[in-house]
């Protein structure tokens, strides 16, 4: 008669189970080679590619609601400081605001409500992967933008920033804005020594040339016209200026 311990008991019971995984395990590794050849061409890659850079962007200025005309302004001042931005940008490569508005009222008419249909197919007429536009309404004695960086391809996701802020401290908010739009891009930061930063004055002045040289919320002047604003802002920031005014109009960008 045999006397077998318990732990004798487990310890043969673990070299069949051992025993029995050997006579197995063959099998098992030629099935798995099948299923590898099988699924091979399936695989995802490995790596997320980057986007192509640079990322052509456009710009627009942002909508107002109904009965707040004194924030057109600011609507329009979105849009140039929007343009300075990407001019810090060394991963962006703005379009100019003198082909993006005229653009975007070809399709608007008499509207100025940018939808995000309006949106991509302006876009897509500049051959930009981007546009920024959104709203500003009044929050109290606040104002709140909402930016919306809106693709022109559906395959993208959009990307917004939405904040109360005071109108003297759009800058700093604008900044902030495309710093998160950067990294949500996995694109390269803002060069802190770019850009001119502009008193508010300042900024309505150029705002209100912009919206009067396109006739986006005021009635459309004789184009051309704001060569004393031009004048000034080619002393401070030429490359802003062309961005912002069409060469053809003003030879002083052309040089």
Known sequence: MHNFSMAGMARAGGRIHFLHRIAVLPALMALLAQAGCLFHSHRAPSTARAPALPVRIAF????????N????????????????????????????????????????GDSRAVTAEIAELT????????LAGGEVRKAGNMVT????FIPSRSSLLPFRYEKPILADKMGAHIKDAFGQFLRFLMAGKLQQDKGHPMDSRKLKSIADAVDAEYGWYSPARKPGGAGAV??????SDPALARLLFSPTLYPVLAK
Do not use: F, H
């Open 60 to 67: 627009l200025p942002l909508n107002v609601p109904q009965g």
């Open 230 to 235: 031009v004048e000034d802002l080619v002393r």
């Open 123 to 130: 876009a897509a007429r500049l051959s930009a992967r981007w």
């Open 69 to 108: 005309a004194d924030l057109r302004w600011i609507a329009v001042a979105a849009a140039v400081m929007g343009a300075d931005m990407a001019l810090a940008a060394p991963d962006l490569e703005p379009a100019p605001l003198w082909e993006s508005m005229p653009a975007a009222i070809q399709s608007l």
């Open 145 to 148: 933008i909402r930016l919306d």
